[in-house]
């Protein structure tokens, strides 16, 4: 079993392109997408581009009670997309 370290990692994902294998790698290492927009993080099943969200936070799933108790505090709405 690949080890990863267990970090949020924040970055940008502009335009429509394939991203099977960054998908495969977060499935692989149990990551979570959320994508950041100006009213809610929205926890996606899949990477891909979001017209309104285009920064994104790779969240180890172990940290996801972590980003919830931070978007409280932020009073930033968490949820599905």
Known sequence: MKQT??????TEILGA???TALNSML????YRDF????EVLRECPNI???????NHLLCPAEKV???STVCQ???L?????
């Open 48 to 54: 891909r581009f979001h017209q309104d969200a285009w």
């Open 17 to 19: 392109v394939d991203f």
């Open 65 to 67: 009670g972590l980003v």
């Open 5 to 10: 370290l267990p970090r949020c990692y924040l």
């Open 35 to 38: 994508a950041l927009s100006p």
């Open 27 to 30: 499935v692989d290492d149990d």
């Open 73 to 75: 505090r932020l009073d």
């Open 77 to 81: 709405r968490f949820g599905e997309a």
